[in-house]
């Protein structure tokens, strides 16, 4: 018997790829998607609305619930964990707690199937491993970042945590970064199926690749400066020493805005992240993206 899979997350700015992260999410068998739009400037509402109008006319049975938050403050694990409540409430069995700037997939089946299977075998928790996209000169062109980005790093870079309800279950947390979760307060510490068995720059030993993601982090000169002064703002409007967890992943751009200004961020963003001249070890492999 098939799993009921939710999908949850968070959007600032997001309008040049989150009518595609949604269509793919549907297009993979997910009954239900949350997303809250914090504040967004551009037109994140109004794609957010067309791929739902979209997924209710091609797909009339996955529900799509759009949310508004307001809240300036970077609290990724309280919101996170909220919106998972959320989908509990509407008969969500497996969560998936996802970035607008990432896909989902399994490479043998759905999305549904995968997560159906992971039940069956009795996991409660999925490591799953994503792997970075480079933006470069040599990018063809495309309908969207996830089109037209088609060269990926030659290792992963981390792993994310999807996870099932169980019955026993008064709550269950969401970790900045989206990076794990915690069943009742506690590491779930069994029933995991992990991606990925040591992880380390120089040694990777892979475990069962049931789920992975691809990671399109930074995708223009422009989508990276907002993305940096967006969470600039979020992570200031919490208050000096506010510990941020994964949120600290900024600081070194923090800190270039501060001493530099936008200027810096220019320089940085064509020297460490734009792929020039020599495409290096990345590998085209474009990601499996789903249409309606």
């Known amino acids: 018997m098939s799993v009921n899979v939710w999908a949850v997350g968070m959007a600032k700015d997001e309008g040049d790829i989150i009518d595609h992260t949604m269509n793919h999410l549907a297009a993979n068998g997910i009954d239900g998607i949350i ?8 037109n994140t509402r109004e794609k957010m609305e067309e791929a739902k109008n ?22 990724q694990s309280q919101k996170m964990t909220s919106l998972a409540a959320k989908a509990r409430e509407h008969g969500a069995e497996w969560v998936i707690p996802f970035d607008i700037d990432e896909i989902w997939y399994s490479p043998n089946a759905m ?27 040599f990018d063809p062109q495309g309908k969207s970042p996830f089109h037209s980005m088609v060269h990926k790093w030659n290792l992963p870079t981390n792993h994310k945590s999807c996870f099932r309800f169980r019955s026993t279950d008064s709550y269950v947390k969401i970790s900045n970064g989206n990076h794990f979760v915690q069943h009742n307060g506690w590491d779930i510490n069994q029933h995991v199926k992990v991606a990925i068995d040591d992880y380390g720059h120089d040694k990777i030993v892979f ?6 993601i691809r990671h399109f982090q930074w ?6 400066m907002r993305k940096i002064l967006n969470a600039y703002q979020a992570c200031k409007a919490l208050g000096s020493g506010a510990d941020l ?7 070194e751009h ?3 805005y501060e001493s530099e200004g936008t200027n810096g961020l220019v320089k940085f963003f064509e020297k460490n992240i734009l792929v020039q001249n020599d495409l290096g070890s990345l590998i085209n492999d474009p990601a499996p993206i789903m249409e309606l």
Not at 207 to 212: A, F, K, M
Not at 245 to 251: H, I, L, P
């Open 35 to 42: 997303i809250a739009d914090n504040m967004s400037n551009d």
């Open 54 to 75: 979209n997924i209710g006319l091609k797909l009339p049975n996955v529900q799509v619930i759009l949310l508004e938050d307001n809240v300036v403050e970077y609290t």
């Open 111 to 137: 999305l549904k199937d995968a997560f159906t299977d992971l039940s069956a075998e009795g996991f409660d928790v999925y490591k799953t491993l994503y792997t970075n996209h480079s933006i470069t000169e």
């Open 207 to 212: 475990g069962p690749q049931t789920i992975q």
């Open 219 to 224: 995708r223009s000169l422009d989508h990276f």
């Open 245 to 251: 967890y994964n949120g600290a992943a900024w600081a």
């Open 254 to 256: 923090f800190k270039i």
